[in-house]
Each structure stands twice: as structure tokens, then as C-alpha cells.
């Protein structure tokens, strides 16, 4: 598995919306609950942006939200970004969802057979 990310950046990341190739990612606080909103192509060029603004707000979190709703595309590199998500979220001692993943989103975490654990892990809000 791959080493948890340690420099992350000193600023937090506010209130903002940021662009990746094909990717938008929209980052809202409420308290101590950090919601990334991702519109558009989640593949293994937006990634580590996601991951990168994961990192920013991850050690400051009670829970980070990340809204799946808007997503066009998702591939193996999108699964793979998920489960990086949650074990740094479990590193820094918090909670992690995944909210409204849309229809393909839904159907690849079935089809790779990830729906089930997430669910049982709490982590899923349909």
C-alpha cells in the first residue's frame, strides 16, 4: 500500500472550487466537516488533485464528505483514490462518506464488488 501523504500544506483549504483536467472539485466546510463535491471526470489524471485536497483539510476534520453526485466518469483510478481517502481518514483518526455516488459510480463499486464493504463500514450515504 502506498505511504500516507505527511507535507501537507499549512494553509487549509477554504471554502473554494478548484480545477483539474476534466475535474471540478468544490470544498465546503461546516465546522469540523470538510465536503469535497466533484463535477465532472474522475480518473488517474484527477486523482491526485482529489487526493492533494483530501490532504489539505484531512488533519483539521471530525469527517470529510466527499459528494459524488456530479461525477460524468469514474475508472479503477477513482476506486483506487476512494479507498486511499478512506485509510488516510482513518490515519488522522476521522470519519469518512461517500455521498450520492451517482449511477455509474454506484455500478462500478457493485460491479467490483466495494459496494458491500462500504456499506458495512458505515461509509456510504446513498
Known amino acids: 500500500m502506498d505511504s500516507m501523504p505527511t507535507d501537507h500544506a499549512r494553509t487549509p483549504l477554504r471554502d473554494t472550487t478548484l480545477s483539474a483536467e476534466g ?4 470544498h465546503s466546510r461546516d465546522g469540523a466537516t470538510h465536503t469535497l463535491h466533484l463535477a465532472g471526470e474522475l480518473d488517474m489524471t484527477a486523482a491526485s488533485d482529489v487526493l492533494a485536497a483530501v490532504a489539505l483539510v484531512v ?3 471530525r ?14 483510478a477513482g476506486l483506487h483514490l476512494i479507498l486511499r481517502i ?22 462500478l463499486l457493485e ?3 466495494l459496494i458491500t464493504p462500504l456499506r458495512e463500514e458505515g461509509l456510504l450515504i446513498d
Open 59 to 61: 488533519q483539521d476534520a
Open 111 to 113: 460491479l467490483t464488488g
Open 86 to 107: 478512506r485509510d488516510l481518514c482513518r490515519h488522522f483518526g476521522c470519519r469518512f462518506l461517500i455521498d450520492s455516488p451517482n449511477e455509474q459510480a454506484q455500478r
Open 63 to 76: 469527517e470529510v464528505v466527499l459528494d459524488l453526485s456530479d461525477l460524468s466518469f469514474i475508472d479503477s
Open 23 to 26: 475535474l471540478s472539485i468544490a
